[in-house]
Structure formats: structure tokens, C-alpha cells
């Protein structure tokens, strides 16, 4: 299965929508690093990204976390390819 990419930002695109791209780009740049972890590190690192960006976490930017956290989710079939999910 294909990895997600981040939206595409439209000139026109909020504040918010910024803040989103920014998030699902970081999210997209540990995804690409996390297979060259060793298998011990993978999942800590995968746990840590999906606490960081929870919107139970991130009370003050709740619909920003909750966008980023969905592309985090989109990632499930690529992680279960290779036994991560």
C-alpha cells in the first residue's frame, strides 16, 4: 500500500489549514524515518506520535489535532504492511 501525503495547501488555505499541512508534514517525515528505527524503537515512536497529536491531547487546538491525528490514522494499512499497526 501507498503512504498518505499531506493535503495539498490552497493559496486561499486558513490559518488553520497552514497549521494542519505543517502537522500532517511532520507526521509524513517520522513515518519515512520509522522503518530505519530498530523494531524496539518503532512502536515507541509510533505511540509517541499518536499521543502527541490526540485531540484528547490538544484541548486548545482540538480540530487541528483531530485533523492531523486522521492523516496519523490513514497511515494503518501502510503500518500493518509492514507489522507496525
Do not use: C, I, Y
Not at 20 to 49: C, N
Not at 54 to 61: F, G, I, L, Q, V
Amino acid at each position: 500500500p501507498q503512504r498518505p501525503k499531506p493535503s495539498e495547501l490552497l493559496p486561499e488555505a486558513s490559518e488553520q489549514d497552514r497549521a494542519v499541512r505543517a502537522g500532517e508534514e511532520e507526521v509524513a517525515g517520522q513515518m519515512s524515518t520509522l522503518l530505519d528505527l530498530p523494531f524496539s524503537q518503532q512502536r515507541k515512536a509510533l505511540k509517541g506520535l499518536r499521543l502527541r497529536w490526540h485531540p484528547d491531547k490538544n484541548p486548545e487546538r482540538k480540530e487541528e489535532a483531530t485533523r492531523v491525528f486522521q492523516f496519523l490514522q490513514a497511515h494503518d494499512e501502510w503500518l500493518a504492511h509492514h507489522d507496525l499497526a
